[in-house]
């Protein structure tokens, strides 16, 4: 059925290098999607969004891409730090119109010193 | 940084019982959300509320639940009988308007459904 997934549970990197956390989906009508990162004991916070007529969006550290033609999604943190661990989700937006988010399973990112 | 404030942080209740979670939204937006998480698993849709209605709600949110917005400041989420399976992380979020969806999550309260 149609759903948002993620290709790894856990990510291990080392303090300084670049992350990378994958999300796939299956609903090519999805028109917009969002990261959001959860910390331990805390409600999903806002990273970066992107729209399904773009390819790729940066902010400050984090890069989405956007691959309409494999429905692919990613998330990129340059240079990581101890205070991006945490799980990082992928949402999408279904229906226009509607404001309802469907969320992935997450990733857990681990960031060694 | 505006904040969304959720009240309780923690409740537990019995099997049976009603309760209600309080949220109080961004001061200026107009959407408002009540989302769900069980334990290792996904964020999931709830319902979402605009102009004092509810705009969408998922197969989830079934006759045991309701949401009000009975002043001007707050957006509650009353669960009439609970059962165990209720047991979860509540979200309250709130949207302004705008052209995007994301929107500003609570910290949650966690309901403990024993």
């Known amino acids: 059925g149609e759903s948002v997934g993620l290709h790894l549970p856990t990510l291990s990197v080392q303090e300084g290098d670049n992350s990378i956390i994958n999300c796939a989906y299956s609903?090519?009508?999805?028109?917009?999607f969002i990261w959001y990162k959860q910390e331990s004991g805390k409600g999903p916070q806002f990273i970066i969004d992107?729209?399904?007529?773009?390819d790729k969006r940066q902010g400050q550290r984090v890069t989405v891409l956007l691959n309409k033609t494999v429905k692919h999604l990613s998330l990129q943190i340059a240079a990581t730090q101890p205070g991006d661990s945490a799980v990082y989700f992928c949402a999408e937006n279904r229906d226009t119109g509607r404001r309802a988010l469907t969320f992935g399973s997450g990733t857990r990112l681990q960031v060694q010193p | 940084e505006p904040e969304v404030t959720q009240t309780p942080s923690h409740q537990v209740t019995q099997m049976g019982q009603e309760v209600i979670l309080r949220c109080v939204p961004i001061s200026n937006h107009l959407y408002f959300y009540w989302y769900r998480q069980i334990l290792g698993q996904k964020v999931e849709f709830l319902v979402s509320f605009y102009n004092n209605e509810i705009s969408e709600k998922s197969e989830i949110f079934d006759d045991q639940f309701s949401v009000e917005r009975p002043d001007g400041s707050n957006f509650t989420l009353k669960i009439r009988s609970t059962k165990l399976e209720d047991s979860a992380m509540y979200f309250c979020?709130?949207?302004?308007?705008?052209?995007?969806?994301?929107?500003?999550f609570g910290s949650g309260t966690r309901l403990t459904v024993v």
């Open positions: 609903n090519s009508a999805s028109d917009y």
């Open positions: 992107i729209r399904s007529n773009m």
């Open positions: 979020a709130s949207g302004g308007q705008g052209a995007h969806y994301g929107y500003t």
